[in-house]
Every structure is written in C-alpha cells, then in structure tokens.
C-alpha cells in the first residue's frame, strides 16, 4: 500500500489590525501589489472586521480586476484586431491621398476663382479671360506687396489713443484740452 502525502501551504492570514492599516495605505495609494493581493485575500474571507465590512465590495472589485488583467490576451493577438488595424491604416492613407490629391486640384482652381471677375483693359478693349490675364494679375499681386512691404508702416500700440492724441495736439489751451480729454475718454 502507497502512502501519499499532500503537502498544504496555508495561505498567510491577515489580521484585523494589519488589513486596517493597509486599507488605510490602499486609499492612500501607499500600497505596493503584495500588499494589495493581502488584502484581496482578506476581503475574500467569509468574515472581516466589521469596521472594514463597507470595503468588501470595493476589494472584490479590484480582485475581479486584477485577475481578468491576467487572463485577457493581449489585444494584438486577436486577428480580427490585426484585420480591422489594418484596414484602418489603409482607410486613412487613401483619405489622405483623395486630401491631397483635392487640394492640389483646388489650389489650381483656388486661383481662378480667387480672380473671378477680374478684368483688364488694353488698347481700350475689355478682357476677362483669366487664363489670359492672369500674368497680369500676379504682377499686380506682387507690386502691392512689395510696395507695402517697402512702406514698412508699423501700427501704434494703442491706435485710439494715438488718434486722441493726434487730435489734440494742436490745442494750447490747457482748458480746452482737459475737457476734451474728458468727453473722449
């Protein structure tokens, strides 16, 4: 006859005092995972402290949490996941080509339509062909910017009161002038 011995490990039991002192840890955010799988372990028991009893489902749900962290397989392994990622991918980089691809085709017409309406006289003749003036028109384009770039007009801080200013400068009555100052502010 065989003789077969079962060695049984109990697991470490958690006292009242010890699972107070590490809820109290827990809800501070003190508690490092040992810690936490203790207190798991505790709540699961039939009885606890009566003073704690109000934490039981709480526990419960972080236990059920941990363990469905553990059995979940990881998201990538999922072929309907790889699938769906990729058809995604693919979505977005032909929508960004179809993007790209009107915007090019709308700066070209962006143009045309910026000019709508546009008209040139020369030798007394009316055109508005935009095709036909349209060399014209970046000319003239470009001579408004370099003009008002070579203008270099720097706008005052505060234009109104620039404006007050302006206005009164040339009043010497001080009189005059503090009444004046006083309707305009």
């Known amino acids: 006859m065989k003789i077969i011995r079962f060695s049984f490990t109990p697991r470490p ?11 109290a840890e827990f809800l501070d955010g003190s508690t490092t995972p040992s810690d936490e799988k203790k207190l798991y372990a505790y709540y699961t028991r039939k009885t606890v402290a009566s003073d704690l009893e109000c934490y039981r489902q709480m526990f419960a749900w972080y236990a059920a949490l941990e363990r469905s962290e553990h059995q979940a397989l990881p998201i990538w392994h999922n072929r ?17 080509g179809l993007i790209i691809g009107s915007a090019v085709t709308s700066n070209d017409m962006s143009e045309h339509n910026l000019y709508a309406g546009s008209y040139i006289i020369r030798n007394g003749h009316k055109i508005t062909d935009i095709d036909e003036i349209l060399p014209e028109l970046r000319w003239a384009d470009r001579y408004v910017d370099s003009t ?17 200013d302006d206005a ?12 004046l100052l006083a309707d305009l502010n």
């Open 168 to 179: 009164i400068r040339h009043i010497t009555d001080p009189d005059v002038r503090a009444v």
């Open 148 to 164: 008002l770039s070579a203008t270099k007009y720097e706008f005052p801080d505060d234009p109104e009161q620039q404006i007050l």
């Open 80 to 96: 309907r996941f790889i699938a769906s990622a990729a058809a995604i991918v693919m979505l977005a980089l032909v929508g960004a």
């Open 13 to 23: 039991s958690v006292s009242d005092d010890v699972a107070r002192r590490l809820t």
